[in-house]
């Protein structure tokens, strides 16, 4: 009972800005009520003003006087409710104040009523109408409790001074003044009972609504990454098909130069493809905030002839001219992500192709100081200034009837990924029917010569190392093999931990490397695979591949820390790991 009694007043209690909000929506749900109310006790006075008429046990001087003052009250009463009728917006904010003082203005008439009557019998009467009022007040005017006692005890108060002035028996307004003191405990309480169920019933509803705002986002963050997945895949497919079917021509036409040369272009495309499904991986992490950003020095040459090759065929087949500028003299190094960066430049470039009907798109870079500016410009259509703040909400659109007249796919996600960035920012300007300009600024890195490709061929220099790799999926055992051996690794696999022990225990050559996936079949994982290896070679260097998503680089096992890779693993940062490990 006193937990209950604990969380009821706990939950009474709102901070300044929950409790406006509850207050304007106890308004919006109570000003009906309120105004139907005033309505109400103007009609009361209404017929009370004709029974006074009716009523021949008054004096008929007296009568004309209670009829004079009923007729003031009515029409203050109908004079209000007019107006809470005609300007609702106005008067909502004062909802309660209008119930207060239709209150005051019926008390006040009573009161001029019994100084009218002057007697002791019209005192002691009084009583029934007072209670109506109080019941009012605290019941469908809604008066909130603290105005509503103070109205109250003032009005007892004054009843306690007329009962004295017109010499009314002690006992008589003892009990009056107990009843109605009674009645306002009573009705105070009740009141205060609503609003705590009111207040309940606020929270629940805000709640619901929270949930459901929360279900909505989480549906559309679901299409805008569904809708980002065909993007990023789109490109990559077409290129393999359009090489497959090139491939296949030049072998019905027995034409070796353009084999050689299509299967070049296919096995680009099949890298493209594979970076592709890295970016949606990147993507939905980046959607459910377990994205860690791998910051590294990179070439913003090199990233620039990806994103060329990437949109080259797409801006040739809409028949617009895609100009990329590559800095040739003091090539430049970014600090930053290289595939976020690569998306976010790529989903720019994309949607620029996409919304130039004709003309050009321009990707060219600057440097300030410290800091790399790269620059995305085309002819489009442009976005209009009274747009320009919503287009990175999510399925912004110009014109939802059209997706030519819209701001494009993965603005929003541009926006999202740009903040995982550190000392990354977006601009843009643009003028409708002329065009649009991007800006993303990335800081320079120090130390020049640590490009992603620099990376790769630091792998040249641990030639002919012995690795060990361990997967219980053939495919991606076989492939991540012959991927190594054109590294000129030496190569050995196994499909368990089993088979890696009997390699272990009768290779000649101890491994330089092991590389395993964390979990294999039944139930073994990394930490039986690196406890294996301690047990035949002490300390063997590990990388470990996973699955599972995570935000974490490393994992510590049996008291070491190894490098984790996710899969699908990225060439570029595999060999960048072998080369940490090995060097």
Known sequence: MALELFRKIRLSCFDDELE???????????????????????????????????????????????????SVVTPIGLGVWIYLEKKPEVSKPWIFHFALFGAIISVLGLFELLVIAGTATFFIELQKALMIVFIFVFGPLSV?????????????????????????????????????????????????????????????????????????????????????????????????????SALESAFNNHDLSSVNKTIKGLACSVDLLADSFNKILDISNIDNGNYEPNISNVSINQLLRKIQQYYAPLATRKGIKLKIVIR????????????????????????????????????????IKRIVRIHVIDTGIGIPIEYREKIFEPFYRINEQSEEQGCGIGLSYINKTIQKLPKHQLEFYSKFQIGTHFIVYAPIAESPNLSP????????????????????????????????????????????????????ENHLAIPDLIITDFKLRDGETAEDVIRCAQGFCKQI??????????????????GNEYIVLKKPINN?????????VLK
């Open 20 to 70: 406006a909000l509850y207050q304007a929506d106890l308004r919006d749900r109570l000003f009906n009520q309120v105004k139907l109310s005033i309505l109400l006790g103007a009609s009361i006075f209404l017929v009370f003003s004709v029974m006074d008429l009716i009523d021949s046990s008054f004096d008929l001087n007296k009568i004309f006087s209670a009829w004079k003052v009923r």
């Open 144 to 244: 909130p409790v603290k105005p509503g006692l103070l109205f109250c005890s003032t009005v007892i108060f004054i009843m306690l001074i007329f009962g004295i002035n017109l010499s009314v028996p002690t006992t008589a307004i003892i009990e009056l003044i107990f009843d109605l003191v009674v009645t306002t405990i009573v009705l105070a309480f009740s009141r205060h009972q609503l609003d705590i169920l009111s207040r309940w019933s606020f929270m629940d509803k805000r709640k619901a609504n929270e949930e459901r705002l929360l279900a909505e986002q989480a549906t559309l963050e679901k299409t805008e990454f569904l809708r980002n997945a065909s993007h990023n895949l789109r490109q990559p497919m077409q290129a393999i098909t359009s090489y497959t």
């Open 328 to 367: 040739e003299k003091n090539p430049l190094t970014i600090y930053t992500d290289e595939h976020l960066l690569d998306q976010i430049i790529g989903n720019l470039v994309d949607n620029a192709i996409k919304y130039t009907q004709s003309g050009w798109v321009l990707v060219s870079i600057t440097k």
């Open 453 to 504: 490709h620099s990376q790769e061929n630091d792998t040249r220099h641990v030639p002919n190392k012995f690795i060990l790799l361990i997967d219980d999926n053939k495919a991606v055992l076989n492939a991540l093999g012959e991927q190594l051996k054109s590294q000129n690794f030496l190569i050995e696999t196994a499909l368990s931990l089993p088979e890696a022990n009997r390699i272990l």
């Open 541 to 558: 260097p590990v990388i470990v591949i996973s699955g599972e998503p995570t935000t974490n680089k490393t994992i510590h096992i049996l």
């Open 572 to 580: 570029s940062l595999l060999l960048k790991a072998i080369s940490q």
